[in-house]
T-cell receptor
Framework: DADVTQTPRNRITKTGKRIMLECSQTKGHDRMYWYRQDPGLGLRLIYY???????NKGEISDGYSVSRQAQAKFSLSLESAIPNQTALYFCATSGLSGSLNQPQHFGDGTRLSIL | AQKVTQAQTEISVVEKEDVTLDCVYETRDTTYYLFWYKQPPSGELVFLIR??????QNEISGRYSWNFQKSTSSFNFTITASQVVDSAVYFC?????????????FGQGTELSVKP
């Protein structure tokens, strides 16, 4: 089983719909992240959470919200989807070794298309 | 401001050729971390290496090697004797200690195509 699981893997929806992307992990990591990938732009950070009570905006948080329901779960919501939110979305997790953040481990991605 | 630039958008080589992927970064922090990730055609992101800013020693892992030079703010990745399975998009990324090393800033990626 995958350590970082994203659901759904693919989603096609219409403009204006509310969408939730879910991420769960079995790695026991405190830190979780949401990124989006667009061609030619690499990955950009949307939101991140260093523990259950911590939520932080990333580089491109407008139009998105998140919920950290438990250590293992971190959901990304698009309240009213628009076509330019069509992208590949990745969830990632990382742990700490002392004070050093460990490399992030990524889920397999969710391909989201908004018509 | 922090930034990562991968100027090579696409590279095409023939199998067994050596290939170097360039990465140039910008940061004001004196302590930071550099990463390379591989994204094969299947889409997942695979961690390859992390380097700390205070450790400029180059690293070799099989056919992969990394050249970190603080003087030029570069962290280049070389694949020796490339193989078709090396075909992927490769991302360089940076995180700063002031962000507890947590926030990754990615470059645009370099798509490597290795032809038989």
């Amino acid at each position: 089983d995958a350590d970082v699981t994203q659901t759904p893997r693919n989603r096609i929806t219409k403009t204006g719909k509310r969408i939730m992307l879910e991420c769960s992990q079995t790695k026991g990591h405190d830190r979780m992240y949401w990124y989006r990938q667009d061609p030619g732009l690499g990955l950009r950070l949307i939101y991140y959470s260093f523990d259950v009570k911590d939520i932080n905006k990333g580089e491109i948080s407008d139009g998105y919200s998140v919920s950290r329901q438990a250590q293992a779960k971190f959901s990304l919501s698009l309240e009213s989807a628009i076509p330019n939110q069509t992208a590949l979305y990745f969830c990632a997790t990382s742990g700490l070794s002392g004070s050093l953040n460990q490399p992030q481990h990524f889920g397999d991605g969710t391909r989201l298309s908004i018509l | 401001a922090q930034k990562v630039t991968q100027a090579q958008t696409e590279i095409s080589v023939v199998e067994k050729e050596d290939v170097t992927l360039d990465c140039v970064y910008e940061t004001r922090d004196t302590t930071y971390y550099l990463f390379w990730y591989k994204q094969p055609p299947s889409g997942e992101l695979v961690f390859l290496i992390r380097r700390n800013s205070f450790d400029e020693q180059n690293e070799i892992s099989g056919r992969y090697s990394w050249n970190f030079q603080k003087s030029t703010s570069s962290f280049n990745f070389t694949i020796t004797a490339s193989q078709v399975v090396d075909s992927a998009v490769y991302f360089c990324a940076l995180s700063e200690a002031r962000n507890q090393g947590g926030k990754l800033i990615f470059g645009q990626g370099t798509e490597l195509s290795v032809k038989p």
